[in-house]
């Protein structure tokens, strides 16, 4: 539960932050923009938080070697918190002009420097006490956060949207989602204190080896299992925003589309992810996470073929590509980080999961909303497909190359 719930409130916030990107910032922070470049200048926003996550893990790093998990993880929610409950609170362009922009990238950064620190190793060693054949299941327990995360957000957002006037919503209502991602933050914050303060816990991850190491030492020693094990979840990354952040942009812009049918639409995707997640999981324990990951690629690279034929004007088509998207997602997803772990050598287990994670989702999804929007826009949505298969690729190719090594093994 305590894994759950800190996962839970991580993709809360990172999905209160990229819905915003298309429902509210082009319009607040960017009136004097087309809708098109307001949700261009956003989607540049929302990358800085990937851009400055590894940066954060670097220095959190620092803070549990000298001063305990305790305290890293107190600070990097505090921040985390901070930084939200900032961006609740900012004013408009209207009001700042573009000191409102550079105060929202500034709070960006803020949020994904303290996701860096956030990472507080339950969710490997959860996995590594759970015997060798269920594993998959249990690797499958934390992403569960995702699609949850999205249902609450997306959730919230309509029902604010439904309940509120235009002038009423972009005046203050879109601000209450930040204002509850801040009180998930504080929640979360105490119920993963509780585990990993506490004394048993401590001793299970010295026992496990989920404990800093030199990073310099760990790049020289395992930098091939950071490059593979960065590229493996890739397919799944960038499935993760283009059927969520990415597709949701789409329909405003270049559909006919309700934006509050298509919110409705993505949660159903959302909760139908979560048995496909399961499915995941008991597929995993029989056949192992490889070839579960194996499945997900081919999968991902054959649903990127319809790309340029569900996404089109057509509502049936359009909400099928969605629906179908949440569950491959979920089935992927489910297995795409569970297995880091056991890439490395144990001394060095701890932080070569927290960079291999921070680079996956740098490459395969920090910039995949703005990537995608750019080439439905410019070259057309066949070319999102060709992106997507470029990712599905990356990961069947990573997995090749892991064959002979110890890469997600089982």
């Known amino acids: 539960m305590g894994v759950v719930i800190g996962r839970i409130s991580e993709f809360f916030d990172f999905f209160v932050f990229g819905l915003a990107c298309v429902l509210v910032f082009p ?4 009136p004097f923009a087309s809708e098109l470049d307001g949700i261009f200048y956003s989607f540049a926003i929302f990358a800085l938080a990937f851009i400055a996550r590894p940066i954060g893990s670097l220095f959190f790093l620092y803070i549990q070697r000298e001063h305990g998990r305790g305290a890293k993880l107190t600070a990097a929610l505090f921040l985390l918190g901070t930084t939200t409950a900032g961006i609740a609170f900012l004013p408009g362009h209207a009001s700042m002009g573009n000191l409102a922009i550079v105060l929202l990238a500034v709070l960006r950064l803020g949020q994904g420097f303290a996701i860096g620190g ?35 957000a997306a ?30 933050n504080v929640v979360a914050l105490f119920a993963r204190l509780r585990l990993v303060v506490a004394p048993e816990y401590e001793s299970l991850m010295k026992l496990k080896a989920l404990e800093p190491s030199p ?24 499935l993760f925003h283009l059927v969520t952040i990415f597709a949701l942009s789409w329909a405003l812009l ?66 099928l590509f969605i629906i179908l998207g949440f569950i491959l997602l979920g089935f992927s997803h489910a297995q795409a980080a ?30 995949a909303p703005l990537i995608a929007l750019a080439l439905s826009k410019y070259l057309g949505v066949g070319y999102v497909g060709l992106y997507l298969l470029s990712g599905a690729a990356g990961t069947l190719i990573a997995l090749w190359l892991s064959r002979t090594g110890t890469l997600l093994n089982d």
Do not use: C
């Open 155 to 184: 959730g919230l957002f309509t029902y604010l949207i439904l309940q509120l006037s235009p002038h009423e919503f972009y005046t203050w209502g879109w601000r209450y989602p930040f204002f509850v991602a801040f009180a998930i």
């Open 254 to 319: 270049f559909t006919r589309q309700s934006v509050i049918s298509f919110l409705v639409v993505q949660m159903i995707g959302a909760a139908l992810a979560v048995p496909a997640m399961m499915l995941s999981g008991k597929v995993a324990n029989r056949y192992g996470r490889r070839t579960t990951l194996v499945m997900s690629g081919a999968l991902i690279a054959i649903y990127s073929g319809w790309t340029p034929f569900m996404l089109v004007d057509g509502t049936t088509q359009s909400y």
């Open 27 to 30: 319009r607040v922070f960017f």
């Open 338 to 367: 569970g297995a880091v772990s056991s890439s490395f050598k144990s001394q060095f287990r701890f932080t070569g999961a927290l960079i291999t994670s921070d680079l996956g989702w740098l490459i395969g999804a920090g910039f």
């Open 215 to 238: 990073v310099g030492q760990l790049v020289r020693t395992q930098g091939r299992f950071i490059a593979l094990g960065a590229f493996a979840p890739l397919g799944s990354y960038a």
């Open 118 to 152: 956030s990472w507080d190793g339950l969710a490997s060693l959860l996995a590594l006490n759970v015997p060798q054949n269920r594993r998959g299941w249990y690797a499958m327990i934390p992403q569960l956060g995702a699609p949850i995360g999205f249902l609450l």
